[in-house]
């Protein structure tokens, strides 16, 4: 999951589209997700949600490709450990 912009909701749109993800990597049986939240260079910082993110375990790293973003892998875990993969 990658995100660029985040209007309007705050952290609020972010968990609903962290949930969403997280749902459609159960469904096609894939073990964890990389996410990735641009966040770092943005004209209007939103403190609020780079408080969030820390929060909730995201670093900053350099992506290859991408440059300083917010980072996590993020594990899906409530399903069987057998045939899954990794996106």
Do not use: W
């Not at 972010?14 to 990597?25: D, H, M």
């Not at 997700?33 to 609020?48: D, Q, R, W």
């Amino acid at each position: 999951m990658e995100l660029a912009q985040i209007e309007g909701g705050e952290e609020g749109v972010f968990s609903a589209i962290s949930k969403i993800s997280k749902y459609i990597a159960r469904l096609k049986n894939i073990d964890e997700t990389y996410c990735i939240v641009h966040a770092i260079n943005c004209a209007k910082p939103n403190l609020k949600l780079r408080n969030h993110l820390e929060k909730i375990g995201f670093t900053i790293q350099n992506i290859s490709n991408k440059g300083e973003a917010y980072f996590k892998i993020i594990d899906i875990d409530d399903f069987n450990s057998e045939n899954r993969k990794i996106i």
